[in-house]
């Protein structure tokens, strides 16, 4: 029988979790932070900005999941009302644990238990709650084998998780916020705390640690499309962490992904905001008389939109509103759709934007 190590409580060595590797990659993605904050300031129009990512990282988070879905499909379901096959439901259920974790620390300041419990329950949809049965391990996905073992006693979890608050909520720690979200995330998904979505629970953990912590001010940084892109390394680090307390690869990485994804997202942000400009511009110029910046805005919120979604906004008659998105597509801005007996009118060239990786 091979001897299950314990999983130690937080926080780790001081000399293991501040090497020169680290700190050297930490000023580099604290500096990528920094200036993804700052912009995402310059957009007017803060739900447009974060509808864009939110979707995007719901789609990659599931992914990691193997749950597949395109970026068309996931618009289209938004926009309709029909039965939602399992996958896209699963997006779209990620898509609202994001918000409702913003709102809770928007509004309450930091995490209970129980609000991590109901986040995992957004996503999953199921009411299992916190392991109370013994029996759950990580394997291996190709070989099968087990890799690691976490806690199996209700009480252990508890105790452990209660400790992974402490440490989620602190603020003013010793501790640089980013190299902590590295060590809480480690912390988090080695817990275990689900008999599944730990993954998907944990990533969005993530983002609302950084919002607790002032390093955003809005859910837009997310390390799923990252994670996805480097999985078995991923896997790999945990691993080393849980096996020899090896954090500073497992840090290194998590930093890392900070910094390629700040970056990606700065890119994302000026071009949403340059065809913003533009498409301001051609509204103004070729179809002055239906122009309204909230009409335009509203066509960032929702890339596909439908006339309901007007007639809502700028509180105008159906027929009023039908007609200015149809003008919108003369003069290029919309392309329409028929999905069964609705049209959905497609801002093409957002969608571009957001599909790039
Ligand atoms: N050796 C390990 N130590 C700690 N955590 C691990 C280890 N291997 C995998 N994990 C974590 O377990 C998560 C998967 O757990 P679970 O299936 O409960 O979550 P999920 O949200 O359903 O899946 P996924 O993360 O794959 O989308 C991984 O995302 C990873 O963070
Ligand atoms: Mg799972």
Redesign the pocket.
Known sequence: MTLIKKLEKLPPKREEIETLHILRQLSKSSTALGELKGIAKTIPNQTMLINAVVLQEAKD???????ITTQDELYKALSTSTNQPLQIKEVINYRKAIFLGADIINNQGYLRQKDIAELQKT??ENNAGVRNMAGTV?KNDKTGEV??T?PQEKDEILDLLSNFLDHFNIVDTDISPLINLAIL??Q???I?P??????????ILNILYLIINGLLDIPILYLSSY?NDNKSE??KL??K??KNNEWENWIVYMLKAVEVTSNKTVEKINSIKNLLEKTILVAQEKATKVYRKELIELLFEHPYSKIEYVVERLGVERKAASRYLKQLEEVGILESQKIGRETIYINTELIEILKRN
């Not at 988070?61 to 749950?67: A, Q, R």
């Open positions: 988070s599931s992914e990691i999941e193997n749950i996503i999953i990580l890799v690691y976490p995330h480690y988090f998904e080695s275990h689900f008999y599944d979505g730990n993954g998907r629970t944990g990533r994670i991923y896997y945990l691993n962490v849980n």
